[in-house]
């Protein structure tokens, strides 16, 4: 859990105040691990409850997170596979290392009893799933959006078609496969596989 202090650096509603223990951050998230193993429901995660699994005190949590949710969502991202390391080689470079990142997410939440319930109740508590959205998610569209312009500044894509649009046609074969067909195959290469199919039809004609 090495990456937990630095991605809750990176979240824009941390709470700063004293400097920050790893080892007390680390017993905070392992005692939430701890609680959802013994079958707590997330709605029943009170930080009154976690402090006290955790042996620290509720204002121990509060001046490293603001609430439940944005300790949540630190706690599923401790479980996931850390952020890509982009080669910066190129734009199809780059989008194959963040469609990897997807597919070993979703080999990991297929195997993991834990990670596949916490999803699950993300997806039930509307204030948990739009914390993970602005924690998680934008980030990456945004860096997905970002990597799209550079190809098409560098002659790598064609300018005529929206980066909103471009990047969905890029991330939504992984999504579709990890989501919404939880026994598809998610093979080594997939990843390569579907973003040199997509650009085959999006690259610049020669002249």
């Known amino acids: 859990m090495s990456g937990l202090a630095e991605s809750q650096s990176r979240q824009p509603g941390a709470v700063r105040g004293r400097p920050r223990s790893e080892a007390v951050e680390r017993s905070i998230v392992e005692a939430v691990i701890k609680l959802l193993e013994d079958g707590v ?19 121990t949590i509060y001046r490293r997170w603001n609430g439940k949710e944005e300790l949540f969502v630190d706690v599923v991202r401790t479980a996931e596979p850390p952020d890509a390391e982009l080669p910066g080689t190129s734009m199809r470079d780059d989008l194959v290392s963040l469609l990897e990142q997807l597919r070993q997410r979703g080999l990991m939440t297929r195997s993991s009893a834990l990670l596949h319930s916490v999803f699950a109740q993300m997806k039930s508590s509307p204030k948990v799933w739009d914390a993970y959205h602005a924690i998680v998610i934008a980030p990456r569209r945004s860096k997905q959006v970002a990597i799209l312009r550079r190809g098409q500044a560098n002659g790598e894509l064609r300018t005529d078609i929206d980066v909103e649009l471009l990047n969905d046609l890029f ?24 973003v040199d199919t997509v650009l085959e039809g999006l690259r610049p004609v020669s002249s």
């Not at 074969?173 to 195959?185: E, G, W, Y």
Request: net charge positive; charged share 15%.
């Open 171 to 194: 991330i939504g074969p992984m999504l579709f496969r990890t989501i919404m067909q939880p026994n598809a195959a998610l093979p080594q290469g997939l990843s390569e596989q579907i």
């Open 41 to 59: 429901p997330l709605a029943e995660l009170s930080i009154e409850r976690i402090a006290r699994t955790a042996g620290v005190g509720k204002a």
